[in-house]
């Protein structure tokens, strides 16, 4: 029988206080995914409905996103949170005053599928609170994501996921109704250094700069381009779902900045949705930058910052930061391709 989360929870916990609180929270947080996952199994036609209002980044919050949110909240209330910042709040929200750690999440991610039933899910950090953010709250959701003590994401797909670090690899955990709970599906994951799909909305190719539609012209050159092999493209439009893709069989998934107004750092968050991703990538031996700098290294401004996002395949993201970087050897690649080693397979 595999371990059950509560096991390897407790394995990766020891005696530390800390990493103890992670731990119920996380199982906190489990309990909310099953349950929301029942709301959106029992369904009725307005999940998928707007509500007629926006969350704080402006995007329209459908009728799960509200549910979901509250859900999370009633979690988070349970848990040893001091603070709760998600998505669909303006401002970080105060729960117990004493405790040690906050959580930012972003509790329906992929809201454009709701009412197409494809793959959602839930994304969530737990960081530390210090005295510094006790006297100063604005700062808790200004920590580098190099300081989650915990993240990671659920799914509810044809299976409900857990995808799950707290920086000792990164685990899958899979919910088992006959059990009654979730259960190890795989253990510290490594993905595979060599790509072979690529993840972007393409739709948006003519408002790329430069260096991110070269990248993806040679993607698309495959066998008779630079790269010298194929490639296939997916995009979920759920990160959740491209991600743990990515993590099982290796590739590569782009949100860059680009020209459409409002969207100069792509469309997805930093503290709530990259930084627990990039954990999660980082974990399971894969890297995540916002093109060039590692997304765990970016001091966010807020809790609702926005970021150019590309993680995946550790060699794959490298050589997106080569494009970026090198815009002469741009300029200079031989139409006949392949004469710089730089952009070679
Ligand atoms: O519709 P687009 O521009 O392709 O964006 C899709 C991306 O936006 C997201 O849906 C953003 O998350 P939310 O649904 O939480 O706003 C990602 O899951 C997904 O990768
Ligand atoms: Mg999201
Ligand atoms: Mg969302």
Known sequence: M?????AH?????????????????????????VKLRN??????????????GTNAGGDVQ???DVIADRVFLEAAEASPLAYFGSEEQEGAVALKPDASLAMAIDPLDGSSNIETNVSIGTIFSILPVDEEHRADPSRVFRQKGSRQLGAGFFIYGPQLLLV??????????????????FV?????IAIVDKANEFAINASNYRHWDQPIRSYVDD???GSEGPRERDFNMRWVGSMVADCYRILLRGGI???PGDGRKGYAKGRLRLVYEANPVAFCIENAGGKATDGTTSILDIEPEGLHDRTPLVFGSKREVERVARYIADPSALAERSPLFGKRSLFRA
Not at 2 to 6: E, R, T, W
Not at 39 to 48: R, S
Request: proline content about 3%; overall charge neutral.
């Open 253 to 255: 998934f782009l949100y």
């Open 39 to 52: 709301k959106i199994i029992a369904g009725g036609d307005g999940m998928g409905q707007a509500r007629g």
């Open 62 to 64: 459908k009728e799960l």
């Open 9 to 33: 929870l407790r394995s990766e916990c020891g005696n530390d206080p800390l990493k103890q609180q992670v731990a119920e929270t996380i199982r906190n947080l489990a309990g909310a995914a």
């Open 2 to 6: 595999a371990s059950s989360l509560d």
């Open 164 to 181: 799950m670090s707290m920086g000792n690899g990164t685990h899958v955990f899979i919910f088992s109704p006959g059990f009654g709970g």
């Open 219 to 221: 993607l698309l050159a």
């Open 184 to 188: 190890e599906l795989k253990t510290s």
